[in-house]
């Protein structure tokens, strides 16, 4: 049965979510040769520059038209202006994203206008700059991420004639991930436009000279052919329909949508290959099979260390589905499954799975703390910033999402397909086990051999 | 947090400030403003957050943070801080940060203001205390503050308060009985040091605790000052055993790091002077320094003081600091979290220099650290096969 929580929504205690800015401009990290501005005081592009640069460990160049209070006052259109310039003396890109803050859209701020008004003036035909509505005060980084692909495909999307590539659309996954998945469609040997391709260019190999943006990510042009694939596998049960940019495709260009998991977990990354075999009508190759064969056995290996974990996963609602149905195949019990994110969906999805978690959305980690230690949760699975329960509450964390950044490699966390969530069980499992090693000689000296001192050897009254 | 949820996101639990008290202050408090929010005004709910908060913590003085928004919303913090305090009986303290008011030195000069709220004795006589001094600008990241009152209680002096390093609500109250303010992070905290001389007539002066120099320097300058012949003895003992057991440490990287060179970036101008005068005190030469708060006279002072052929920035974007470090042959960075990877993609060595070091880089123990982190990232093998054997 689904439990009621009710807490104050007065305030947030220590957030679970970060703004719809910061999500967006990952997207434009994935494309090629791209720079983004975000339209707004200076502080915001400094503090998610700070927060992407620790968890990518790459440095993160992100413009800012520093808005100050004459172009609060007045409007930050020369403000936006005198940024592009500057970007692209400095950077000469081939698309710019522009982003909207908090600051931007109280003050009814014309992105639009603005940017068409810039390229009329400087007579720039081709370069397209993409804008983005991303209030801080609207959803959080999750939807940040999805409207800014939206509008990517939006802008860029143009109908020619009919090909044969698939289009993949992924959520924010780490770079190996999305390494990995370019290796399964490759097994699979399937013709795709991946979006965005963020796994080159947020973990780039160390390079004799160092180069400011690359043509590494997805292709300009590959995206203005997206309409002519012949479906969308969109990685993305749980986002709106006003978000998904598949949805776009498939209502604007008739290109069918295929709305799936992310592909961590067994079923999930059957339901992927599956599909990929019934799009292309390809068979599903031996290696694969073999990979699939190695996961069910490390299942089989971890089961009953795994049968003693109760778990609380948080984060994005796509990644928090994901881990949730891991959890189930492997009888971790999820006793927390909660998203800073507002959404109906991500609960829908989850109940048929593990109908008596909490399942919490707008959370924060004070609620997700309180449930956690009332449930006995021993493993937390999420970000960094689950470090907090670490810390008061001793529940172990398996650093899951971005951001992290008390630890090294983020970025290189792989946790997709048969082989990534055969090592996303395995850091599970074995946080169990060293929990386990760490405190079962004492508690079962505490439970059979340890006897709290008799009442009768108190002096009544002391 | 009065605002949308990211400025507290971006905020929570980033510094390495430690206390020997509550740890309250490692917790993120927004109103986490919607959308509906900013069309009907954010007043009521600041209020209710504020109930809620010091129903539940048992708070005796709550800040509360403007963000852009609410600045251009019109929310009246003031007055929903001044029902809540007298609701409360506590004080609820209102600060105008606003993004858009203005870079980081104006944030910095609002929290100053409403700090000077705070400690405002009102009609209370200030009773002025012997050989007492607060400490400003220092946050007692990896428990630098607490390095530094322990030196001046062995000298004699007794520090009050740091601002805001470990401090208290009932200790800052205390701040205009002080008869000296030192001040080390200038960027943050001159502005009040100037107000306090002009409202409570506190003298003040800039210190340093960076480095071997300036940390004698500054003990010896902090003893003159009392003009007590006890205290300036005991501070030459100090400097003299703490200078005998480092010296020969330093000395020992020194000679591994002669002939490095070093690039800097940092918040303010007086930090940067320190670091060159640090950097010389293990070998090596800075070619590039940059801050983004500094003065015009700390600008004179480090031009003076740099070889010629260094390059002096002010504000620099990434690409600048990129162009100079590679031009001047640097082999390290010092500089904030978001530097690092720079500099490591470009094969340089890099020093966290910011508030999220885990280790105490002031002081005579700080000075070793330094040194040693120096080193320690310099001469890492790493670098041969970064830049092959025969090194860069």
Known sequence: ?462 | MHGPIGCASYTWDIRGSLSSGSELYRNSFSTDLKERDIIFGGEKKLAKAIDELVEKYNAKLVFVYSTCVVGVIGDDLEAVCKTAAQKHGIEVLPVQSSGFIGNKSMGYRAACDTLLRLIDPGEKKIIKENKFINYLGDFNLAGEAWIIKKYLQRIGIDVNVAFTGDSSYQKLKTAPEASLNIIQCAGSMYYLAGKMQELYNIPYMQISFLGLEDTANSLRKIAAFFEDEEIMNQAEKLIKEEVFSTKPKIDFYREKLKGKRAAVYVGGGFKAISLIKQFREIGIEVVMIGTQTGRKEEYEIINNLVEDGTVVLDDANPSELEQFMIEKGAHLLVGGVKERPLAYKLGLAFIDHNHERKHPLSGFVGAVNFAQEVYSAVCSPVWDYVHGKEGS
């Open chain 1, 1 to 462: 049965m689904e439990k009621e929580i009710i807490y104050s929504r007065n305030v947030n205690e220590n957030p679970c979510n970060m703004c719809m800015a910061m999500g967006g401009i990952i997207p434009f990290k994935g494309i090629e040769e791209s720079m983004v501005i975000i339209h707004g005081s200076q502080g915001c592009s400094t503090y998610m520059r700070r927060h992407i640069a620790e968890h990518f460990n790459e440095p993160i160049d992100v413009g800012s038209s520093s808005l100050n209070e004459k172009g609060t006052i007045y409007g930050g259109g020369d403000n936006l202006k005198k940024a592009i310039d500057n970007i692209i003396k400095v950077y000469n890109p081939a698309i710019i994203g522009v982003l909207t803050t908090c600051l931007a859209e109280t003050i009814g701020e014309d992105i639009d206008g603005i940017a068409s008004e810039y390229l009329k003036e400087k007579e720039l035909n081709n370069l397209p700059i993409i804008t983005v509505s991303t209030p801080g005060y609207g959803n959080t980084h999750a939807e940040g991420y999805w409207a800014a692909v939206k509008r990517i495909v939006t802008n860029l999307a143009i109908k020619k004639e009919k090909g044969s590539k698939v289009n993949i659309i992924i959520p924010q996954l780490s770079p190996a991930d999305i390494r990995e998945i370019k290796r399964l469609l490759q097994l699979m040997e399937v013709q795709y436009t991946l979006l965005p391709d963020f796994s080159d260019t947020l973990d780039r190999p160390f390079e004799r000279s160092y180069k400011k943006i690359t043509k590494d990510g997805t292709k300009i042009k590959d995206i203005v052919e997206m309409p002519d694939a012949v479906a969308t596998i969109q990685m993305g049960v749980t986002i709106e329909e006003n978000y998904s940019p598949g949805k776009y495709l498939e209502d604007e260009f008739g290109v069918p949508l295929y709305n799936t998991p992310i592909p961590i977990g067994l079923e999930n990354t059957d339901v992927f290959l599956s599909l990929l075999s019934q799009l292309t009508g390809k068979e599903v190759p031996e290696a694969l099979k073999q990979e699939r064969g190695r996961l069910l056995d490390c299942m089989i290996d971890s089961h009953k260390y795994n049968a003693q974990g109760t778990s609380a996963i948080f984060g994005e609602p796509e990644l928090v589905f994901a881990a949730t149905k891991m959890c189930c195949e492997n009888g971790i019990k999820p006793a927390v499954v909660a998203t800073g994110s507002k959404t109906a969906k991500l609960a829908e999805l989850v109940k048929p799975l593990c109908g008596d978690a909490s399942l919490l959305d707008e959370a924060d980690f004070v609620s997700i703390r309180s449930i956690s230690t009332e449930m006995k949760v021993n493993v937390a699975i999420g970000n960094s910033d689950g470090k907090y329960l670490t810390e008061k509450e001793g529940i172990p964390l398996v650093r899951f999402g971005f951001p992290i950044h008390d630890r090294i490699g983020g970025q290189r966390l792989l946790s997709v397909g048969y082989i990534g969530t055969t090592m996303f069980l395995d850091r599970v499992t074995n946080t169990l086990l060293e929990n386990k090693y760490n405190n079962y000689r004492k508690e079962m000296y505490q439970k059979f051999y340890w006897e709290p001192k008799k009442k009768t050897l108190a002096v009544p009254g002391s």
